[in-house]
């Protein structure tokens, strides 16, 4: 059982302020798979203008001193976990009494993504203990699934559960696996291209994309056979760092080193890459809510901001003292929820 965490101070709420800005034209779609000797430029910044998403609000919520939140996944009953990846711990923040609880994870643990899985607990990579980990959501048990032997140091990323309740998890080092939480059976394969997977993401209809963060690629999981297939998005070396699925089974990619978004389409083997606001920009985090918005955050310049697909325009989202570091958004209908790690609070857009 975890322990209840200290009082939380009064979080500050602020009416959403932003500015928005529009895209002129994007790239043309390319083939999946293939990249282009000389990739047309993405789509450039412009007509910046004040305005806002009518009837937004932004909530920030303290978490303890040396956190460092890393993942957050909104929970049943209107609380919300996160991974204290600095401190070792799962958080669950309760947004009405402000408490926190601790919960554990082993000596060693360095959590870094948490999801809710289909039977109401949380899943959590855990990179320090190179395992696995599930909390009850109710009872707050702990129970691990440490990675097999051979596969040690794996520097586990996150994770998604397809279409059959299987989880599967991405590691830095170069590897990707499943879990079947019905009998307890690992395996763990090596990622084409080596080094790199980083985030991941489910579709609709269970298929399963990761991104390569040093491979400067997405891949496609069998999730019969568990091979990868390389899907090269047309920016060469653009560090796709987080991917995310949207109603139409389109994925959103996160192009870091780029500071652009992408967008993949299975459907026709075409990519779309819109540059992000921002001088420098770093897009880390992405996150596609029930409408088919986009969430996207710059750690560069401690910004988030929203991209409307259908009008190609971005909002940046007014935080109270910036957002800090944004390392993954997560949401339900109504909010979007973001962890800033280097400045220990959580906070919330909600009339999303």
């Known amino acids: 059982m975890g322990r209840p965490g200290p009082a939380l101070g009064i979080?500050?709420?602020?009416?959403?302020?932003?500015?928005?800005?529009?895209?002129?034209d994007a790239k043309p779609p390319g083939r999946a798979g293939a990249s282009p000797a000389a990739p047309s430029p993405a789509a450039s910044a412009s007509s910046a203008r004040p305005g806002g998403a009518a009837g937004q609000r932004v909530e920030l919520f303290d978490v303890p001193k040396g956190a460092g939140p890393h993942d957050v996944a909104p929970a049943a009953g209107g609380g919300v976990w996160f991974t204290a990846q600095s401190a070792g711990y799962l958080g669950h923040l309760d947004p009405a009494g402000r408490g926190v609880t601790r919960v554990p994870l082993g000596a060693g643990s360095r959590p870094h993504g948490v999801i809710v899985g289909p039977d109401g607990a949380a899943w959590i990579t855990d990179g320090g203990l190179n395992a696995i980990v599930r909390v009850d959501g109710a009872s707050r048990e702990v129970r691990r699934y440490p990675l097999p032997p051979d596969r040690a140091n794996a520097n586990l990323n996150t994770a998604a559960f397809d279409g059959r309740g299987v989880l599967w998890f991405t590691g830095q080092a170069g590897v990707y696996g499943r879990l079947d939480p019905r009998t307890g059976?690992?395996?763990?394969?090596?990622?084409?291209?080596?080094?790199?997977?980083?985030?991941?993401?489910?579709?609709r209809s269970g298929d399963i994309y990761y991104a390569s963060l040093a491979g400067h690629h997405i891949a496609r999981v069998d999730v019969g056979t568990g091979a990868a297939t390389r899907l090269q998005p047309p920016t060469a070396?653009?560090?796709?760092?987080?991917?995310?699925?949207?109603?139409?089974?389109?994925?959103?990619v996160s192009e870091y080193d780029a500071?652009?978004?992408?967008?993949?389409?299975?459907?026709?083997?075409?990519?779309?890459?819109?540059?992000?606001?921002?001088?420098?920009?770093?897009?880390?985090?992405?996150?596609?809510d029930g409408q088919d918005i986009v969430w996207l955050s710059d750690t560069r310049n401690g910004s988030v901001v929203r991209f409307d697909p259908a009008t190609e325009t971005f909002t940046t989202v007014d935080v109270p003292g910036g957002a800090g570091t944004v390392r993954q958004i997560l949401g339900r209908a109504g909010e979007v929820w973001f962890p800033s790690s280097g400045r220990d609070f959580l906070f919330v857009v909600r009339g999303s």
């Open 11 to 24: 979080a500050a709420v602020v009416a959403l302020a932003a500015t928005v800005v529009g895209c002129g």
């Open 185 to 203: 059976e690992m395996r763990v394969f090596d990622a084409p291209g080596g080094r790199g997977p980083y985030g991941i993401t489910a579709t």
């Open 237 to 252: 070396r653009q560090g796709a760092r987080r991917v995310w699925s949207d109603s139409g089974g389109r994925i959103w």
């Open 259 to 288: 500071g652009q978004v992408g967008r993949y389409d299975p459907a026709t083997g075409s990519w779309r890459e819109w540059k992000v606001p921002g001088a420098g920009a770093q897009t880390y985090a992405v996150y596609v």
